[in-house]
Nanobody, 126 residues
Framework: QVGLEESGGGLVQTGESLRLSCTTF????????IGWFRQAPGQARERVSC???????????TYADSVKGRFTISRDLGKNTLYLEMNNLKPEDTAVYYC????????????????WGKGTLVTVSS
């Protein structure tokens, strides 16, 4: 079974940094494609960053244009945790952030992810 749980959200000011964590259950954090998504009120969910599982090549992560150069995705196998380091936060980064995975080898970044955490709220004040 696949499970994910996010943490680390909170209230920060513009320009500050925050690190989100996502602990996975039932699978190692490098097994399947896994990524961060966010959804602001009244807006569509968008992919922030994603990285494929090692069986599918792992490799370089993808980033939304809006966060390139500011956000970094990483994973710690020892802690079985996925991270999103967010720097120079902006008010437009305010959203509920979710981690999600495809949960099987056939789902890669860009494909539909069926397994989601409950989300953690990030609020960036002006």
């Amino acid at each position: 079974q696949v499970g994910l749980e996010e943490s680390g959200g909170g209230l920060v000011q513009t320009g500050e940094s925050l690190r989100l964590s996502c602990t996975t259950f039932g699978f190692t954090v490098d097994k399947y494609a896994i990524g961060w998504f966010r959804q602001a009120p009244g807006q569509a969910r968008e992919r922030v960053s994603c990285i494929n599982g090692v069986r599918n090549g792992g490799g370089s992560p993808t980033y939304a244009d809006s966060v390139k150069g500011r956000f970094t995705i990483s994973r710690d196998l020892g802690k079985n945790t996925l991270y999103l380091e967010m720097n120079n936060l902006k008010p437009e980064d305010t959203a509920v952030y979710y981690c999600a995975t495809g949960g099987w080898y056939g789902a890669r970044c860009g494909d539909t992810f069926d397994w989601w955490g409950k989300g953690t709220l990030v609020t960036v004040s002006s």
